[in-house]
């Protein structure tokens, strides 16, 4: 553990200078420790001091075939000498829009935008405008990207800000946000069968969308209780209410169908982001023809000058073609379930409580000191963050990235083949070793 780290803290204090915090994104912030990355390769990255990580940050999880991954890199290289943009429709975003009506049941139409932000803004407009109702349904602790609509009660809450469990208040999770919009919001919390019943009963004619991470993507990877998912779903036609499955985190990764395809319920509407590009900025919104269909002239507007670049279709394109026609996501699959029975049995091994949940592609570990299933946000906080920080900075001063902080989860990629697994595993063992030596409550 005597990697230097000079020039990497250089290269923040420059950052720093001129940009809020150093970052592009208030995300990647981590104190002085933030890091500056040169560069990254199949499952790896390395810093500005040349320090190699094993990645399972992975950008937050787009990066689904690794690192500069040729596949991608050679469909963007085709497009590079003939133009970016155009006025007009491009090929690769047909191609890109077929593939995902193809791979992902209950996706009849597909429009192109950029990033997540942008597909859960139209998402819900479109859930507006079909409804012509207001109001939006979200859960404790899904995050939906950083537009005002969404920016409410996100894992970033503290604990007992949320409100009474039987009547979650929505907490905005920046300033800026207009009041006003609190009035459209309401919260409930993942897997309260009685709680979103109640709420949708009650409020169910003001209520246009719900919008929902069929697995809790940005709370540790808690999964829906069985029937959770077919409950809302019911709830939301009984009430006219569009279902939005904000696939962003776990579109292409989870299964070539995302969440529709695992867990066997299908919603209205469907945003991808992330593993859609391997890391370039391409997002989609998909769904049931007939609400698709509100995005024409003189009713909504979908669009923007990026929409459909060719970079990011090329990508998308690339992406997709791996995963319909190579096992990517059943390779991942199987190096994900050795990984997380390694670390359990490590942690297990050196008496560190925990808890793991999840998918083998993306899941939660969370520290004690409780260690039953949490079922929802409110459990995942209550967790131990100071044990899980010194094992994280363990595990990167080894040469492993992982966040900081438990509710972003483990994510894999084909890259990430058996022995870098094997390699991971050692160094889970010395971080928890030096963990359980050094951590004082
Ligand atoms: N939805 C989900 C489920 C996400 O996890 C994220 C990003 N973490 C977003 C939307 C926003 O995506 P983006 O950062 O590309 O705007």
């Known amino acids: 553990?005597?990697?230097?780290?000079?020039?990497?803290?250089?290269?923040?204090?420059?950052?720093?200078?001129?940009?809020?915090?150093?970052?592009?994104?208030?995300?990647?912030?981590?104190?002085?420790?933030?890091?500056?990355?040169?560069?990254?390769?199949?499952?790896?990255?390395?810093?500005?001091?040349?320090?190699r990580?094993?990645?399972?940050?992975?950008?937050?999880?787009?990066?689904?075939?690794?690192?500069?991954?040729?596949?991608?890199?050679?469909?963007?290289?085709?497009?590079?000498?003939?133009?970016?943009?155009?006025?007009?429709?491009?090929?690769?975003?047909?191609e890109v829009a077929e593939r995902i009506a193809r791979m992902c049941p209950g996706v009849d139409k597909v429009r192109l935008s950029n990033s997540g932000t942008e597909a859960t803004m139209h998402a819900t407009r479109l859930a507006r405008a079909y409804t012509n109702r207001d109001g939006i349904i979200k859960l404790e602790g899904a995050y939906h990207g950083n537009h005002d609509y969404v920016l409410w009660s996100t894992a970033n809450m503290p604990l007992g800000s949320g409100g009474s469990?039987?009547?979650?208040?929505?907490v905005a999770q920046s300033?800026?946000?207009?009041?006003?919009?609190?009035?459209?919001?309401?919260?409930?919390?993942?897997?309260?069968?009685?709680?979103?019943?109640?709420?949708?009963?009650?409020?169910?004619?003001?209520?246009?969308?719900?919008?929902?991470?069929?697995?809790?993507?940005?709370?540790?990877?808690?999964?829906?209780?069985?029937?959770?998912?077919?409950?809302?779903c019911k709830l939301c036609d009984d009430h006219g209410i569009v279902l939005i499955f904000d696939e962003v985190k776990t579109g292409f990764r989870i299964a070539n169908g995302g969440a529709t395809e695992y867990f066997g319920v299908k919603a209205d509407l469907y945003t991808f982001a992330k593993a859609l590009g391997n890391g370039y900025p391409v997002a989609a919104i998909g769904g049931r023809k007939e609400v698709m269909d509100t995005i024409a002239f003189g009713q909504v507007v979908h669009g923007g000058t990026y929409c459909g670049n060719a970079v990011g279709t090329a990508a998308a394109a690339a992406v997709l073609e791996a995963l319909e026609t190579t096992p990517v996501l059943e390779n991942i699959q199987k190096r994900g379930k050795r990984l997380m029975k390694g670390i359990g049995d490590i942690l297990t091994e050196h008496g560190l409580p925990y808890?793991?949940?999840?998918?083998?592609?993306?899941?939660?570990?969370?520290?004690?000191?409780?260690?039953?299933?949490?079922k929802e946000?409110?459990?995942?906080?209550?967790?131990?963050?100071?044990?899980?920080?010194?094992?994280?900075?363990?595990?990167?001063?080894?040469?492993?990235?992982?966040?900081?902080?438990?509710?972003?989860?483990?994510?894999?990629?084909?890259?990430?083949?058996?022995?870098?697994?094997?390699?991971?595993?050692?160094?889970?063992?010395?971080?928890?070793?030096?963990?359980?030596?050094?951590?004082?409550?």
């Open 355 to 374: 808890f793991m949940t999840g998918h083998p592609a993306m899941f939660g570990l969370m520290f004690g000191p409780k260690t039953e299933k949490p």
């Open 1 to 51: 553990m005597n990697r230097p780290y000079s020039q990497t803290r250089a290269a923040f204090q420059r950052a720093r200078k001129v940009m809020p915090l150093g970052v592009s994104s208030n995300f990647r912030y981590a104190g002085d420790d933030t890091m500056v990355v040169a560069r990254g390769e199949g499952p790896y990255i390395w810093d500005m001091d040349g320090n």
């Open 175 to 232: 300033s800026g946000i207009p009041h006003e919009i609190r009035g459209m919001l309401y919260v409930a919390r993942f897997n309260d069968f009685e709680g979103m019943e109640r709420l949708v009963k009650d409020k169910g004619g003001n209520v246009a969308a719900m919008i929902i991470e069929p697995m809790l993507g940005n709370s540790a990877c808690i999964m829906p209780e069985p029937g959770y998912l077919e409950h809302l």
């Open 377 to 441: 946000f409110r459990d995942v906080i209550k967790g131990n963050f100071k044990m899980y920080d010194m094992f994280g900075e363990y595990m990167r001063d080894l040469g492993v990235d992982v966040e900081g902080d438990f509710r972003e989860p483990f994510f894999l990629s084909e890259a990430h083949t058996d022995s870098v697994i094997d390699e991971t595993l050692n160094i889970v063992n010395d971080a928890a070793k030096l963990t359980k030596q050094n951590y004082r409550p």
């Open 165 to 170: 469990p039987r009547s979650p208040v929505a």
């Open 53 to 94: 990580y094993i990645d399972y940050r992975l950008a937050y999880g787009p990066v689904i075939l690794g690192h500069g991954d040729k596949r991608v890199s050679d469909r963007i290289i085709q497009q590079l000498g003939m133009g970016n943009l155009y006025a007009h429709t491009h090929p690769l975003e047909i």
